[in-house]
């Protein structure tokens, strides 16, 4: 009766990082990483790209390659709207009306070069960086700091970049 209930304990809420500067932040992103959503199953080359629009929203354009280099490209235009004036780490991303998905900044080195996406359900996460790839001790980190914010380590899949 008692591991019933442990395991029915409420989750430590998702913390984010302090604060975003949304300018630094927009851009593009190549995902370097991650616990993947049915759409991004098989996808190769995925970049996350944001601009801050004049009204506060953020749109954003998410394409991959599908199965392959060489797959056929999609491409997705959520629109993102922060939640946390604060801190700018608090987004809702809209990708069906009127449904808005949790999406939090909970790790953003100084340099805006390296991130971490995820969601208070951990169900998904993404790491994501300015270049197509990283040095192997920092991507064993970033998924260490996955790891400490209560996600299964084994579910995170690299996503194939290839660039020329």
């Given at each position: 009766?008692?591991?019933?209930?442990?395991g029915?304990?409420?989750r430590q809420?998702?913390?984010?990082?302090?604060f975003?500067?949304?300018?630094?932040?927009?851009?593009?992103?190549f995902v370097?990483a991650?616990?993947p959503t049915?759409?991004?199953?098989?996808?190769h080359n995925?970049?996350e790209?944001?601009?801050l629009?004049g009204?506060?929203?953020?749109e954003?354009?998410?394409?991959?390659?599908e199965?392959?280099?060489?797959?056929?490209?999609?491409t997705?235009?959520p629109?993102?709207?922060?939640?946390?004036?604060?801190?700018?780490?608090e987004?809702?991303?809209?990708?069906i009306?009127p449904?808005?998905?949790?999406?939090r900044i909970v790790?953003?080195?100084?340099d805006?070069?390296v991130?971490?996406?995820g969601?208070?359900?951990r169900d998904?996460?993404?790491?994501m960086?300015?270049?197509?790839d990283?040095?192997?001790?920092?991507?064993?980190?970033l998924?260490?700091?996955v790891?400490?914010?209560g996600?299964?380590r084994a579910?995170v899949?690299?996503v194939?970049?290839?660039w020329?």
């Amino acid at each position: 009766m008692i591991a019933l209930f442990a395991g029915c304990a409420a989750r430590q809420p998702m913390p984010t990082v302090d604060f975003v500067d949304l300018d630094r932040f927009m851009g593009d992103w190549f995902v370097i990483a991650n616990i993947p959503t049915s759409i991004e199953e098989g996808a190769h080359n995925a970049v996350e790209s944001y601009r801050l629009a004049g009204d506060g929203k953020i749109e954003t354009t998410f394409t991959f390659r599908e199965g392959g280099f060489d797959g056929k490209q999609k491409t997705y235009n959520p629109v993102g709207y922060i939640r946390d004036k604060q801190t700018n780490a608090e987004w809702g991303m809209q990708f069906i009306w009127p449904f808005r998905s949790d999406f939090r900044i909970v790790h953003l080195d100084d340099d805006y070069q390296v991130t971490i996406i995820g969601r208070e359900k951990r169900d998904y996460v993404w790491i994501m960086a300015r270049r197509p790839d990283l040095p192997e001790e920092t991507y064993e980190a970033l998924l260490d700091r996955v790891a400490s914010l209560g996600y299964d380590r084994a579910k995170v899949l690299r996503v194939p970049q290839q660039w020329p």
